[in-house]
């Protein structure tokens, strides 16, 4: 299990990519595919078939997962992106903005 610098609800910025400086939440993290799923970032457009939730059917846009080398955490101070440092404090693990040297929630 490879160990990644982005969780889920973390406030990151895209670097690459057709939505390059876009920024949103991370919805969702795919560990073993090293993917995200960022929040009005990466959108297709999917055809569905009729169901209870959406009884008319047709075509939906929703967020794509994006590789997490294309993201960057947001330092909670300045507001742009940041690397990420680790420390560890016994079992808990604290991750630590290069840019600000502030504790990222």
Request: proline share 3%; aromatic share 0%.
């Amino acid at each position: 299990m490879t160990k990644l610098h982005i969780r889920k609800g973390d406030t990151v910025i895209v670097l690459a990519g057709k939505d390059k400086g876009k920024t949103g939440k991370v919805l969702q993290v795919l560990v073993e595919k090293e993917r995200a799923i960022v929040e009005g970032v990466n959108m297709v457009k999917k055809s569905q078939k009729p169901s209870a939730k959406n009884p008319q059917g047709g075509i939906v846009e929703q967020e794509a997962s994006i590789h997490i080398s294309n993201l960057s955490l947001i330092d909670p101070k300045s507001g742009k992106a940041t690397r990420v440092s680790i420390k560890h404090e016994g079992k808990n693990v604290i991750r630590i903005s290069k840019k600000s040297g502030e504790e990222i929630k």
